[in-house]
């Protein structure tokens, strides 16, 4: 499609999403014209960001001006709203997946853009939030209770309506003659990454950059042509250095080194300067143990060697593999830092051995795979005086000063790093405890929940009219749950609650026998006395008290007059929803807050995605936070996830949490490997 034409389609498209998201929002009649336009305005900001976003994937372009792992501080309301605006995205994506998915796959052909992931889709649920964001700060003077219950009000009417906007944005595309990408090579960046791997076969991602590269080399250099990237024929003997060459790379790579932390070590430099000898007084940030890497890009042409070679090839792979990891805006600059150090003893590795391209187990990567696990979670700024800093370090200087290159180096390097992740996933568990009463509460309000719940399908409380069934949901449902917390199931308060609610509703039965006529008039007085204290306990007001008990009355007076049992009620079936109600809560206990993401009256029936130990990295409060898995409930599969650096405490609903990871919306970070992530990423670099 011409440029021309895409940009008439886009603009127009554009036009026509805000024309049917407005109908949508207008035939609702839950938002005024004033409030539809400032939603308007939030999805149309959006959708321009969304479409001139720069390509996903390029570690040049995402690693300008952006940091990662920052969490701006912000209110318990803004963070609590923020939540809520993030479980309305999942929900959207959910209810509307298929007619979404069908416009996302000729958005990819319309933006040209085969690797645009479904959350940041220009027409996806997320600018829906956009505008509810863009609404609520317009109108600021709103409370958040008033902002959630607007939420809850418009989450049926989207939920209901956005899968028919869909239908009528992929007809007008259809129309416009955007074709279907086809669906095999749009996946998510994970996936990307697996295929972008398997250069050769089943060859790694590591082992693929190593091929590609020798592919691109000019023909004087030669190969195989069978896409394994192994030299063979006549060309062998311009392809190999000689034994003296590479004496003389190794000596030149230790003065590299030599050179590149002379100027971090006064105590062993001739001549020291005033910056490293007072490295606080020039800059705003102390000077990192861990700042000895290279001050020039070190690939084959720096070192003097012939691309062609076996190791220009090696040094060329680590230098677009340690490039990959520096521009990656997701990791914190201590793990940019440390492996510019190490790229010297990499490529020393990697001219020695091979094996570093292509065995996954290869001591050299672990080492590299386990810096990565240290610092998940770390600030992207956080300073090298930060305790978890200063012990990576260490290990690294250490390991410099190895200069050997061999694999019991990184073996023993690989230990004492795992001692030090070890110790500090420990101190995380010893902090995460502190919000373990919490914690406990929420597990204890579930069950108590659950015990309400069985109680009201036993007594069959759907089955009553809408004004009771009203009080016994709200009302009752809240006492009775009070009671359970603070007495206990067992209590006499429990027992003589839930008697007086099963003694009501028996009273609205015929009693055509005289006995239970009898035992009618000496138990209801009791009853009715109860009922009355619980609603005066709830505080619930003189004419709602009257109008439910005017109702009991009544029900009861028919009661006595009918000698024969109703006919059984018809069963009620439930509205389907994609998923309950959400709630939102902040429960403090003195400085500790823990903020809550949970499903109303949701069992659990299976086990939740993730396990205690997992990092995920997840959106809070519409901001991207990377969060470890303390704790799980037993009967609730609920995680409490946390992270003392950023002081931040999550505890989320399964259910929720198998969404946000099926959406995309949280990844789990502990089970990528950070060598072959980055040379993944180098591979799609050198193709582009």
Known sequence: MPATDRFDVTRDCRAFYLQRVALLLRSGGILGEPACQAVLTGIGRHYDQMVDSPRRGSFREEARGLTSSRITLVCDDELELGIRLDNLTGRLFEGAASELWKVHLRFITLLGRPDLPRA????????????????????????????????????????DGLPWVYGEVGDFLDQAGVAASQPAIVTSPEARTSRDSAHSGTASAPQALHDDLLARLPSAFGSNGNGSGLMSGPDIGVALLSQAAIDNLLFRLDDFERNSSAPSDFLSSSAPDLESLLPGLFTDRPASPASTAPRQPLNACTLGVPPGTAEGLAIDSVAMICAAIA???DQPEVLKTLIASLQVGIIRVAIKDATLFTDAAHPCRQFIDGLGRAVLGLPSDASPQHPLCTQLAAVVADLRQDRSGTAAAYATATARLQAVIDQRHTAIERAAAAYQPLFAQLERRDQADREVNALFARLAVDQEPAELRGFLERTWRQLLEQIWLHDGPDSAPWQQHVGAIETLLWSFRPKPELAERKRMAQELPGVLRIINAGMERMQ???????????????RQREALRRTTADPAPPPVVAAKRPLPPVTTETLKAGPLVLHTLDLIATPVSRQPPCAPGDWLALPVAGQRCTLRICQQGAASGRSLLF????????AIHPLLLE???????AVRLDQRSLFESAAAVALRESRA
């Open 120 to 159: 940041d889709d220009p027409l996806g649920p997320r600018g829906i939030s956009e505008g509810l964001r863009a609404l609520f700060q317009a109108s600021a003077t709103h409370s958040l209770d008033q902002k959630l219950d607007l939420i809850d009000r418009l989450e049926d009417l989207l939920l």
């Open 327 to 329: 521009a990656d805006p």
């Open 540 to 554: 619930m007001a003189a004419e709602d008290r009257a109008r439910v008990l005017d109702s009991c009355f009544l």
């Open 643 to 650: 992270n003392p650096d950023f002081d931040l405490a999550l």
């Open 659 to 665: 969404q946000q990871l099926s959406a995309g919306e």
